[in-house]
């Protein structure tokens, strides 16, 4: 009876440990399969990681040459270059001779036509005839040319150091009312070549015009 007794248990004792080698055997397949697996996993997402990281590096590339050539077609072109103006006339074109100028201001609403003669008078004969390099004719005034009326306006002003004119006012006695604003208005745009001494341009006082209203009809010019 013992002997039976001890064959069962060395029997149960060999399958109990049967069954331990086989979990054992089990459980390393089961953990190597895992291990492979992760290793599997981790190698496919690396991959999928350089892909990635090369096309946006791609993408990065192209986009910078692409504002690169933006760039180079936004450049601006280079402005065309304009001709210099004319040079303005010298004074031995613009000098008259001692008697008055005429310079004709011709009105296509109305049926004359209007000539404002200006002569430049200079009080200091010493100084010799001090003529302006560019002169403007004045508008003969609306209300004087609808009465007809002519007359003659001197004004005195001062010629300043860069050739301009300033301080201009009629000479008292010298100019009526009717032609006193369109004289002013006309000298202030008068311009000189300054005048130099010792190599240093100064201001001329008391230089003088004389601007002449005159019309006349086209039937008195034949």
Known sequence: MSKYASDIVSVRDNGLMLRFLLLLIFGIGIA???TYFMHVLIESSQQELNKSTRANLLDFVRVKRDETSQKKKLKPQRPETQDAPPAPPSPQQQQNSLGETS???SLPQAATNIDVEIGAINISASDGEYLPIVKIAPVYPLKAMASGKEG???????????GSTKNVKPVEGQCPGIFMRASINAAKKFKYKPRVVDGKAIEV???????????????DEQ
């Open 152 to 162: 003659e306006c001197t004004v005195e002003y001062i010629v300043t150091t860069n």
């Open 103 to 105: 310079l004709a201001v």
């Open 205 to 219: 006082m008391s230089i003088r015009n004389k601007f002449i209203f005159k019309m006349s009809k086209y039937g």
């Open 32 to 34: 190597g399969a895992l």
